[in-house]
């Protein structure tokens, strides 16, 4: 026989799952906002928006193009662009555009 207690999600589900609702809520916010709208300030502010790509040569925050695996030269030189992290570089010289962290 069944116990007369409801059964229902733990408190930790239910927590797991209402940080990932906020996050989804949250998400189309950051986007919104523009990665233009921090160009001209930092490298760090700039990658706040996982969606942004920052330019080094010309101080320029821009919307990362998604259909690109690496981003065109005619947006970034590929040696001045920063994606996810501000410390990476690639070397272009390099034939297999080797990733060195300085």
Do not use: H
Request: overall charge positive.
């Amino acid at each position: 026989m069944a116990s007369g207690r409801v059964r229902g999600p733990t408190p930790r589900w239910g927590l797991a799952v209402g940080g990932a609702a906020l996050f989804l809520l949250l998400l189309p916010a950051a986007a919104a906002q523009g990665c233009s709208q921090n160009t001209n300030r930092t490298c760090e502010e700039c990658l706040k928006n996982v969606s942004c790509l920052w330019c080094n040569t010309d101080k320029a925050c821009l919307d990362y193009p998604v259909t690109k695996i690496l981003p065109p030269s005619s947006l970034c030189k590929l040696s001045s662009a920063r994606w996810g992290v501000c410390w990476g570089l690639f070397r272009e010289e390099n034939p297999y555009a080797r990733f060195e962290n300085n």
